[in-house]
Nanobody
Framework: QVQLVESGGGLVQRGGSLRLSCAAS????????AAWYRQTPGAQRQLVAA???????NFADSVKGRFTISRDNAKNTVYLQMNSLKPEDTAVYYC??????????????WGQGTQVTVAS
C-alpha cells in the first residue's frame, strides 16, 4: 500500500528555516507531479509550491523567494525548504503526489499533514 510520509515540521522563530520531507513508502514505479499545500483552521487548503516530473516549479506569491521545492527521484521523496519564515506561514502542511504505482497507472495521494508553527 502506498503512503506519503511527511516529516520536518515543528516550531521555529520568525526568520528561521525548516525543511519538510515527503517520502512515498511502498513499492512504486515513481512520483510524477507533486506539491505542498497548507491549511489553517477554518480556511481552505491552499497550494504553496508544486513541481512537475520534469522539475518545473511553481510557487504561491506569498512564498516566492523564500521557499524552494525539490525532489529526489531515486528516493521517491519531495522536499520543501522554507526560509525566512513568518508567523503567517503557520499552518498544517500537506504533501500531494501523483504516484505511478505501476507503469502507466497513476493515483493521487496525500500525506497526513505536518504542523509548522512560526513564533513571533
Amino acid at each position: 500500500q502506498v503512503q506519503l510520509v511527511e516529516s520536518g515540521g515543528g516550531l521555529v522563530q520568525r526568520g528561521g528555516s525548516l525543511r519538510l520531507s515527503c517520502a512515498a513508502s511502498g513499492s512504486i514505479f515513481g512520483i510524477r507531479d507533486a506539491a505542498w499545500y497548507r491549511q489553517t483552521p477554518g480556511a481552505q487548503r491552499q497550494l504553496v509550491a508544486a513541481i512537475t516530473s520534469g522539475g518545473s516549479t511553481n510557487f504561491a506569491d506569498s512564498v516566492k523567494g523564500r521557499f524552494t521545492i525539490s525532489r529526489d527521484n531515486a528516493k521517491n521523496t519531495v522536499y520543501l525548504q522554507m526560509n525566512s519564515l513568518k508567523p503567517e506561514d503557520t499552518a498544517v502542511y500537506y504533501c500531494y503526489a501523483a504516484v505511478e504505482k505501476y507503469q502507466g497507472v497513476v493515483s493521487d495521494y496525500w500525506g497526513q499533514g505536518t504542523q509548522v508553527t512560526v513564533a513571533s
